[in-house]
């Protein structure tokens, strides 16, 4: 997979040099070039941001300085643009998962106030253009937000992960387990501190240690994310959670249960 990234800190992006992020660009799993989106501007001072219309504070990024930096870097190609912004729509595994399976993205980081809006309509008309935002508050640049996308694509680029079945078995990985958190893990050794391992997973008895990282997932979900237990999709449920979720005191939507 190729990532282009323009920001005005590329150096912001030292972590991707490590890690599985590292080994995967190592390996050309992934090929990541990174630009300085001044050096598509002109000005003595290469100046990338100026007064917004309307007034008001801040700055925002100027288009001419984007369009030429976008122009170059997805000259001959058509690479999906993703934009990060705290107005954009939510950056979830499912949105990962959808941008793991394309051949090129190119992630524009924006500062201050953010891009003139004119970069995006501009490119809508010649490549897929998503803003995405990874969460319900504000940083100070997109170079946060594309690093933890970058992360988040790249682990699920086959491969990259030692092995596969962890993505599987992640929190809102799709399957049995959508819309479930992970459980509690465990490592050796089998007491510590006088805290013991759960007994079951020293069991060696496969059925009963899905049966039971299940039910902590579900009760996990419920504890910490009870916007994720309420969209369960009653039939991936069996009787067995749903006395669970009962015992739990915690109900489904009625209209769900009806289904
Ligand atoms: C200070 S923010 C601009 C916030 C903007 N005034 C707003 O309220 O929507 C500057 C830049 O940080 C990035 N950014 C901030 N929060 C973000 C988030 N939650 N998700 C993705 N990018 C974010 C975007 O690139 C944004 O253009």
Known sequence: MRLDIISIFPEYFAPLDVSLIGKARERGTLDVRLHQLREWA????????????????????????????????????????????????????????????????????????????????????????????????????????VLVMVEAVGRLLPGVLGNAQSAVDDSFAPGSMQNLVEGPVYTKPPVWRGHEVPAVLLSGHHGKVARWRRDEAIRRTVRNRPELAAALDPETLDKHDRKLLEELAFRLQPEDVAN
């Open 42 to 145: 002109h000005d003595v001072h290469k100046t990338v941001d100026d007064t917004p219309y309307g007034g008001g504070p801040g700055m925002v990024m100027k288009p001419e300085v984007w369009g030429e930096a976008i122009d170059t870097v997805a000259e001959g190609g058509s690479p999906r643009l993703i934009v990060p912004t705290p107005s954009g729509r939510p950056f979830d595994q499912e949105l990962a998962q959808e941008l793991a399976q394309e051949p090129w993205l190119l992630f524009a980081c924006g500062r201050y106030e953010g891009i003139d809006s004119r970069v995006m309509a501009e490119y809508s008309s010649r490549m897929r253009v998503d803003e995405v935002s990874i969460g319900d508050y504000v940083l100070a640049g997109g170079e946060v937000a």
